[in-house]
């Protein structure tokens, strides 16, 4: 498979803070590329690298096929489609007008212009001034900006802001038939209801660093979720010194891999704890994300 | 790129201040010069002196500080900078489009000058017949002589965020040239600072200020020359510190 986007050990440093730590990023093409990760954890700075407005501190990058910094930006922003942390845009001129200075600088078609302002439907708001723009307007202009000139790869970074259920929904159909197109967008969010149903591959950032990449169902495989343990007398296990809590029917244990849920059962069986059941707690996508996050990301 | 800074000029409240100024200009010119008419002879001449001098020494630098501040908050504003540098256009055309849109409006701003001092001269002061063209070859030189100010507030503009800052170093900037122009100290130094530049040039032919120079194509060509020079240096040094810039 063909990356658009690997960087090798992409750091970056302010003072003596850290913001990116060693990322390897492996962007598949023709994917859209979920980049999640809580608030601060680094995901508009690496985006910022990616193109090339901010430089790393450290490591390699490579974008379509070409090393970046700001000798190749030139050549590479033709092709790359960018919306970072908030959307642009000039608040006294009208959409139209906001279209005809991006217009201008990429030296897009009028055709390519209508298009992009076509597939975001933003079209009849065009003649109102930006800063009477919704926010949802605003995002949409951002993206229409990105989109204008033919892009082949997109990055935005939190496109979903501010938006409403129905915003969401329609940006997330927008990105899934962007990428259908065979454009490989990296969409970056700190929800991961947000990005869950559009993205096929995943990055997870904690604290700069890549705790997570691969699709969704390796990272459901990758998360332990808690043990519930069934018994009527949940005393005698605590008794045992077991890492446990009170849970629903019994006890609750987090972190007990496969083995170590044998050896728990061998354990309880062996002090004549009466088990009538052990399962596994059913877990959302937000709760692994939150787990992987929470255990090796803030704490 | 030129073009898209121009669409970026429609409606912006840049030519409300290039409106403003040449009307508060004008009006204190007029009120001196009606003010002192026992002690200046009458006459179109007397009348232009008193207009030019506030505003060769400090209204027009400060006026393109104010407008350069005004231009450059429209990419500090938002998040305009990372879309401004995520297009292929080179930082010495972004800084380039700015310098030359911001002229244009110096521009119009000096053809509101001279239509207020005619209609002024005229209808308010009574004087006779239309000022003289070597007033509107002055404030024609003077755009030319503005493009180093032009060029060094929007250096600074661009590269602080705040709006006052810049406009108070335009301001230093204009005592440091009042000080090279009155202190006497004039030559080389005079057209090295650019705000003294654009003094020199509105003083042009100018009998209320003592030293300055006749309306000749010597001096007219010195001046032209400097501008030129003093711009293009500050214009590559721009170019090379927003190539650097890390956005934020
Ligand atoms: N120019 C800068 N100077 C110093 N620190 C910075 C700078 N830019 C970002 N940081 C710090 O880097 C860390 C990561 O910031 P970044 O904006 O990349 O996070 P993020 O994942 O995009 O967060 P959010 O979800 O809030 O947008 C933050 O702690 C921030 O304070
Ligand atoms: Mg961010």
């Known amino acids: 498979m063909s990356h658009v986007i690997t960087t090798e050990g992409l750091t970056k440093t302010y003072g003596s803070r850290t913001v990116v730590d060693g990322l390897d990023l492996r962007v598949p093409e023709g994917c859209v590329y979920g980049f999640l990760g809580p608030n601060g954890s680094g995901k508009s700075t690496t985006m910022k690298m990616l193109l090339s407005l901010v430089r790393p501190t450290r490591g390699e990058i490579s974008v379509l096929g070409r090393p970046v910094d700001h000798r190749t930006r030139h050549e590479l922003s033709p092709h790359i489609g960018s919306l970072i942390e908030a959307p642009p845009g000039y608040g006294h001129l009208t959409g139209r007008e906001n279209m005809a200075v991006v217009q201008r600088m990429l030296g897009s078609s009028d055709r390519q212009v209508a298009r992009a302002v076509e597939i975001v439907r933003l079209g009849e708001h065009m003649d109102k001034r930006v800063r009477d723009y919704s926010l949802g307007m605003k995002q949409r202009l951002g993206i229409a900006t990105a989109l204008a000139r033919d892009p082949r790869l997109l990055v935005l970074d939190e496109p979903t802001n501010g938006l409403d259920p129905a915003g969401i929904e329609e940006i997330r159909e927008l990105l899934v038939s962007l990428a259908d197109r065979g454009i490989t967008v990296m969409v970056s969010s700190h929800l991961l209801d947000e990005v869950d149903r559009m993205a096929s591959v995943l990055g997870v950032l904690g604290r700069g660093r890549l705790i997570f990449q691969g699709t969704r169902e390796e990272l459901f495989d990758r998360s332990v979720p808690d043990l519930l343990v069934d018994t009527p007398e949940p005393e005698r296990a605590l008794d045992l010194g077991l890492p446990a809590v009170r849970g629903p029917g019994g006890l609750r244990l987090s972190g007990f891999d496969d083995a170590a849920t044998a050896d728990l059962v061998r354990q309880l069986v062996h002090h004549e704890v009466p088990v009538h059941g052990v399962r596994r707690v059913r877990q959302s996508l937000e709760e692994v994300f939150m787990d992987l996050t929470g255990r090796e990301g803030l704490s | ?248």
């Open chain 2, 1 to 248: 790129m030129i073009l898209a800074e121009l669409v970026k000029l429609r409606r912006s409240a840049l030519w409300l201040v290039a409106l403003v100024l040449p009307v508060l200009t004008v009006t204190a010119g007029a009120l001196n010069y009606a003010g002192n008419r026992s002690m200046l002879s009458s006459g179109w001449a007397p009348f232009w002196s008193q207009v030019v001098l506030f505003y060769g020494l400090l209204f027009l630098s400060m006026g393109v500080a104010v407008l350069a501040s005004a231009a450059w908050r429209m990419e500090h504003r938002g998040h305009n900078w990372n879309l401004l540098m995520s297009t292929p256009i080179r930082p010495a055309a972004i800084v380039g489009a700015k310098i030359a849109a911001l002229a244009l409006v110096v521009a119009f701003m000096q053809l509101v000058l001279l239509v207020l001092v005619a209609v002024v001269g005229r209808l308010v002061l009574g004087l006779e017949g239309m000022p003289p063209w070597e007033q509107a070859a002055v404030a024609g030189l003077a755009v030319v002589a503005a493009t180093p100010v032009i060029a060094v507030q929007s250096l600074l503009s661009m590269s602080i965020r705040s709006f006052a800052a810049p406009v108070a170093l335009g301001l230093l900037g204009c005592v440091a040239g009042a000080g090279v122009l009155l202190g006497g100290g004039g030559g080389v130094l005079s057209h090295l600072v650019p705000q003294a530049l654009v003094s020199s040039a509105l003083f042009l032919g100018n009998t209320a200020v003592a030293d300055s120079a006749s309306l000749d194509p010597g001096a007219v060509g010195t001046i032209v020359a400097a501008a030129g020079a003093l711009t293009a240096a500050v214009w590559a040094l721009s170019a090379v510190l927003l190539a650097r810039r890390e956005m934020r």
